[in-house]
């Protein structure tokens, strides 16, 4: 029986070290995620911008992502602005860790950001 709680205890342990562990992932500033699509003139500032920011810091992992072409991305996009009280989502919309931006205007405006 004191087996069965030891082994009990190391568990609960285990799975409350993987918890911070996977909270930190999903905030990881360095993943960024831009919704585009095509013809959109605010969606290719923002990636000519985040272009510029992947050449100065080359750790960052960047996904450009195109709703129109992506129906699954479209679905994402959707999710993931409702949860930001967003009801009416927009490109380009980016997504730094758990932090969301939506639209793009210039780097001295919305790039500070």
């Given amino acids: 029986m004191t087996v069965l709680r030891l082994a009990f205890l190391l568990l609960a342990f285990l799975l409350g070290q993987l918890i911070p562990l996977v ?6 500033p360095s993943r960024i995620e831009v919704f585009v699509r095509d013809g959109c003139a605010h969606c290719e500032a923002a ?4 272009g510029g920011l992947v050449r100065e810091q080359p750790e960052l992992q ?4 195109d709703v129109q072409r992506n ?11 409702r949860s930001e009280g967003i009801t ?8 730094i860790g758990k932090r969301l931006i939506v639209g793009f205007d210039t780097a001295a405006t919305t790039g500070q950001q």
């Fill in 23 to 28: 909270s930190a992932a999903a905030e990881d």
């Fill in 47 to 50: 990636r000519d911008f985040i």
């Fill in 62 to 65: 960047v996904s450009i992502i």
């Fill in 71 to 81: 129906p699954d991305a479209l679905k994402r996009l959707i999710e993931i602005s």
């Fill in 88 to 95: 009416q989502p927009g490109v380009p919309t980016i997504l």
